[in-house]
């Protein structure tokens, strides 16, 4: 039985809603656009979202939108992909990163205090794999300091935090579209979301070559080309009616894996839902230091996995050149990242496959 990681979903609604934008919207910043916007800020429960082109798009503009200082630095997670990092670097601020919750995956608030330095400026916690982060711990902190918080919120849309959407948390949100996300928008794409009426305005023009409110041809604002397009925001819409139950799905899957690999050798399962917690299941992700020889056993049976991620980002290349990053520094991350493996989750995944993955994995540790 092949049982692929994910299969990104493209029905026939949003084939035909890809091909009405085409026939009757200007191609960039149509309606869909705006339509795209307002319900996706509906869903997180804000007031104000403005679609770009990536969600690595999302986060620079947002801290460029927020006045960030440039060269001051900004924490966030080394467990994570290197865009979350990498948007800090394009604002023109510097990474500077702490430690994860072994539980989580996500920023360890116990451990933020000691990287706050007098040049901090803003947080960017980052959900990872759907789960969110402990925002209460750093949005005191955050208050304390008088830091900027920016939830990297690109793999949990529509996760749930003490009552509180993603995204809604923070001075503001940032989501991507890309094509292995919960919802995608048939290509890149991204979104920003916030409560902050005047931050929605500047971010809206910087996307659109810094255009004055009204004019073609005023700018005000030293802004990038990074609009979504109308025809990947038709698609978005549909994908967006359909998210609920696709989250829904995810859990559902997530609880078959959680009931039939539970106590399976040295398998340490995600943390489920909680009376406080909604998570989303953008990845399904165990851990075992015989990760990969568990690995290669499922790909010859035609199972997917992944490594989500193997290599942190502090001890990426271009990181250690620029840094100085030896390895030790975080090591809670640095041992999941050997670690942790990302089983096959998506909506459309059967129980027989699912089913398939845990009689699978069951012998792996059975032999």
Request: glycine residues 8%; hydrophobic residues 35%; positive net charge.
């Amino acid at each position: 039985m092949k049982v692929p990681i994910t299969i990104p979903a493209m029905t026939q609604e949003m084939i035909d809603a890809a091909v009405n934008a085409l026939r009757n919207e200007r191609m960039s910043l149509g309606e869909s656009v705006f339509k795209f916007e307002a319900e996706f800020a509906s869903m997180v429960g804000v007031k104000k979202a403005v679609s770009v082109s990536s969600g690595t798009d999302a986060i620079q503009l947002t801290l460029e939108g927020m006045r960030v200082p440039k060269k001051s630095t900004v924490i966030t997670s080394p467990m994570s992909f290197i865009a979350s990092a990498n948007a800090i670097m394009h604002a023109g601020c510097v990474p500077r990163f702490c430690d994860i919750d072994k539980k989580t995956y996500c920023m360890d608030p116990k451990k933020l205090r000691r990287r706050i330095t007098t040049k901090t400026t803003a947080i960017v916690p980052v959900h990872l794999y759907g789960y969110p982060s402990d925002m209460d711990g750093i949005t005191e902190m955050a208050r304390e300091k008088n830091l900027v918080v920016i939830e990297d919120a690109c793999q949990a849309h529509g996760a749930i935090y003490h009552g509180r959407r993603t995204g809604s948390i923070g001075n503001a949100g940032c989501f991507s579209f890309y094509a292995t996300k919960n919802m995608t928008v048939g290509g890149d794409g991204g979104m920003i979301t916030t409560d902050d009426e005047d931050f929605a305005e500047r971010v809206t023009s910087m996307r659109h070559c810094g255009r004055m409110k009204g004019s073609n041809y005023d700018h005000d604002i030293m802004g990038y080309t990074t609009r979504l397009n109308s025809v990947n925001a038709a698609i978005g819409r549909e994908q967006l009616r359909l998210l609920p139950e696709w989250n829904e799905r995810r859990r559902a899957i997530a609880a078959m894996y959680d009931r039939r690999l539970k106590n399976v050798g040295d398998l340490k399962l995600p943390l489920g839902p909680t009376a406080d917690i909604t998570p989303v299941y953008h990845l399904y992700v165990v851990r075992t230091q015989r990760r990969n020889d568990l690995s290669e056993f499922l790909k010859q049976r035609e199972v997917q996995t992944a490594f989500h991620y193997p290599v942190p980002i502090h001890l990426q290349p271009i990181y250690r050149q620029m840094f100085g990053y030896k390895g030790g520094e975080f090591k809670n991350t640095e041992k999941a990242c050997k670690e942790v493996l990302s089983l096959p989750m998506y909506p459309g995944l059967s129980d027989e496959q699912v089913g398939f993955v845990c009689d699978s994995i069951i012998e792996f540790f059975g032999r």
